[in-house]
């Protein structure tokens, strides 16, 4: 079975980059579509984009385009997510999430969840 | 973008009540709407996919129905683990999840 093992709590300056990273074990990445949400403190769930397996690229959330990188290492089987310029605002829980679909169109659900990685963003 | 709403926002319930949440699409999304249950602390929880199949391992006192704009997850009788916040969210152009509705103990 899937796990998904994310990096450790990070605390970056406003303007930094974060890099938070999500190991899988029990597949190998290229057999996953990873997807990556965030919640900042006591709000709800914000997706911020992943893997498109219809068009095998990746997609971002129009609010992080620009400044969100999501890359994998097949070799690792780790997916990384990176964001940049980081403002206060981007304090949040940030959790990697392997999608799964069933047939037909556009059925994606996030079925494996990593444990989430604290971002702290704060001078 | 497609907008999710759920409805309530917060509901206080009892142990053995039937409790009903919904969520509306700001347009059809056919049956590509997915929910989940979080817990405080925890990642979220897939509950059921595709409106109505239940994920494996997900008691069978959870169900979803709907279509084109309107769903509703329904839980036929509350234990005291079901007490979490849950989100709904579709897959049908892009991603995007529900508010969540913040399921208390009453």
């Known amino acids: 079975q899937v796990q998904l093992v994310q990096s450790g709590a990070e605390v970056k300056k406003p303007g930094a980059s974060v890099k938070v990273s999500c190991k899988v074990s029990?597949?190998?990445?290229?057999?996953?579509?990873m997807h990556w949400v965030r919640q900042a403190p006591g709000k709800g769930l914000e997706w911020m984009g992943g893997f498109d397996p219809e068009d095998g690229e990746t997609i971002y959330a129009q609010k992080f385009q620009g400044r969100v990188t999501m890359t994998e290492d097949t070799s690792t089987d780790t997916a990384y997510m990176e964001l940049s310029s980081l403002r206060s605002e981007d304090t949040a829980v940030y959790y990697c999430?392997?999608?799964?679909?069933?047939?037909?169109?556009?059925?994606?659900?996030?079925?494996?969840w990593g444990k989430g990685t604290t971002v702290t963003v704060s001078s | 973008d497609i907008q999710m709403t759920q409805s309530p926002s917060s509901l206080s319930a009892s142990v053995g009540d039937r409790v009903t949440i919904t969520c509306r699409a700001s347009q059809s999304i056919s049956s590509y709407l997915n929910w989940y249950q979080q817990k405080p602390g925890k990642a979220p929880k897939l509950l059921i996919y595709?409106?109505?199949s239940l994920q494996s391992g997900v008691p069978s006192r959870f169900s979803g129905s709907g279509s084109g704009t309107d769903f509703t997850l329904t839980i036929s009788s509350l234990q005291p683990e079901d007490f979490a916040t849950y989100y709904c969210q579709q897959s049908y152009s892009s991603i995007t999840f529900g508010q969540g509705t913040r399921l208390e103990i009453k």
């Open positions: 595709a409106a109505s």
């Open positions: 029990g597949y190998t990445l290229t057999e996953l579509s």
């Open positions: 999430a392997s999608l799964g679909y069933c047939s037909g169109g556009s059925c994606y659900y996030m079925d494996v």
